[in-house]
């Protein structure tokens, strides 16, 4: 170290009331960041620091004295993990002498917001080392002057934006618009909205621009592994998103997600920015993007940042009202629609049929043996039946609605199969529900050609049923209770 450099910066650092630091910010022969060291800190520094990391990990052998020794000389990475973000805004400092200004959310990481500054320092250096000055401070809470303290083209965007997500448009239309572009600003060539249910290990796609319309992200995402999505759980876990610039970048997130990685290069990918969504402390989704113009690293950064914490509103919003839609509309028991979604969907039919009449088939299923099985194995046994005669249906009728109309009783209706292929499902059904003593329907059925009449094809259809149900009681009368 020359002591007379160390001096003339420590005097230098010391003389800021903010949280400072010297950093040496390293060059490697290839041009790209290498070691980022602690060179000086402040007094103001040693306080936060001792504060954040000493006292809350109750090191009681490390003095507040002795933290010159400790931190100097030693990686930005003494306390936190790497982050090749923050090692760009360093780099760029030091190396390319510009001053930034960064407010970014490290509440997961300290608790607390951060604001960021860097300026550069000129000075004379060895070949392969320049210096930055760092300095910072923490909110509790966001700042909403800090975080709306943004460029003209970036506060535009945002603004233009969020007017398209509170419009009246469908929710979907909006958010194409959005992802479209910002897509386009970004310069990448894919951008896409990911949703993820940690409960049902699924994801959706629920907006993606590709340029020039190569592929279907949502294709490419249908076969992609959970697992893999559910590894940026932790990759994000100490950031406020993921940023990957360039194969260095890429090279040191392969060390903690290596089958990620590998996807990406598969694919090709060059740079990728993965930015979460983060409503009441769990992970809703995930900004994705892909291939976008890395000069203006910089504003892509904060045009994410900021365009997520308002597209976090509008998911959340969205996921609930879907999640509300679906309690109200399927049988939390068997998956299928329950009796009001019937109601519902039956109403708007029969008027359909009524002014435009077309052919379709209705046919009741009746469980067996329901009651018998209750009151021999318990109500534990009736779910597990109902269940399997739900998944038997859903099995045999995947493209037509399914109703539990009832306790037992279950209601397909098609407007689509043909007499004869409906009559070849409704013979499945009844191959594969043939046990007496387990899953057995009772079924019955209607086709209409011409009347368009749904609410007297049900009855038709449900008086049906009730035959068989007697002709198999006459059967095996022991079952009747």
């Not at 904060?302 to 914490?309: A, D, K, T």
């Not at 969907?345 to 067996?368: C, G, I, T």
């Not at 739900?390 to 109703?403: C, G, R």
Request: hydrophobic share 35%; glycine share 4%; net charge negative.
């Amino acid at each position: 170290m020359n002591k007379n450099l160390y001096t003339l910066l420590k005097q230098t650092v010391n003389c800021y009331p903010l949280p400072g630091t010297i950093f040496s910010v390293e060059k490697n022969s290839d041009g790209s960041c290498g070691d980022i060291l602690f060179y000086a800190i402040n007094d103001t520094f040693k306080h936060s620091f001792y504060d954040l990391f000493i006292k809350t990990q109750k090191s009681g052998d490390i003095s507040f004295e002795g933290l010159d020794g400790l931190v100097e000389g030693q990686s930005y990475t003494l306390q936190i993990p790497k982050e090749p973000k923050f090692e760009e805004i360093c780099f760029q400092a030091a190396w390319h002498k510009i001053p930034i200004h960064t407010y970014v959310d490290t509440s997961k990481m300290y608790g607390y917001w951060t604001e960021d500054f860097l300026l550069p320092i000129e000075c004379e250096h060895e070949p392969n080392i320049a210096y930055c000055l760092f300095m910072y401070r923490l909110n509790r809470e966001m700042d909403t002057g800090n975080f709306s303290s943004v460029s003209p083209d970036v506060s535009s965007f945002v603004i233009k934006a969020c007017l398209e997500l509170r419009n009246e448009n469908e929710f979907h239309s909006s958010m194409d618009i959005v992802i479209n572009d910002l897509r386009e600003y970004t310069n990448s060539i894919n951008a896409c909205i990911l949703t993820i249910d940690s409960e049902q290990r699924s994801i959706e796609v629920i907006s993606e621009s590709v340029k020039d319309n190569k592929h279907s992200i949502k294709e490419y995402f249908n076969t992609f592994p959970y697992e893999i999505i559910a590894s940026w759980e932790s990759l994000v876990a100490e950031t406020n998103n993921i940023i990957i610039k360039d194969d260095h970048d890429m090279d040191y997130y392969e060390t903690l997600a290596p089958e990620w990685v590998k996807t990406m290069k598969d694919e090709n990918v060059t740079n990728l920015c993965l930015s979460p969504f983060i409503h009441h402390g769990v992970i809703i989704g995930y900004l994705y993007i892909t291939d976008f113009d890395g000069e203006n690293m910089e504003r892509i950064k904060e045009i994410v940042e900021l365009l997520s914490f308002f597209l976090t509103a509008e998911v959340a919003n969205h996921t609930f009202m879907e999640k509300l839609e679906y309690l109200s509309n399927v049988d939390m028991l068997t998956g299928v629609f329950n009796r009001n979604s019937m109601n519902v969907n039956v109403d708007e039919l029969a008027l359909k049929l009524k002014l435009e009449p077309k052919p379709f088939s209705v046919a009741f299923f009746d469980l067996n043996g329901l009651k018998s099985i209750n009151d021999n194995g318990g109500h534990n046994s009736g779910d597990v039946l109902l269940k399997d005669a739900a998944n038997v249906l859903k099995e045999v009728f995947p493209d037509d609605k399914i109703y539990r109309a009832g306790g037992d009783e279950f209601v397909v209706i098609s407007v689509d199969d043909t007499e004869d292929e409906f009559l070849d499902k409704l013979a499945t059904v009844r191959n594969k529900a043939c046990d007496p003593d387990w899953l057995n329907f009772a079924i019955g059925h209607f086709h209409d050609d011409t009347s368009g009449d749904l609410r007297l094809a049900m009855r038709y259809a449900d008086e049906n049923m009730y035959e068989d149900k007697n002709a198999f009681y006459e059967a095996h009368p022991e079952k009747r209770r």
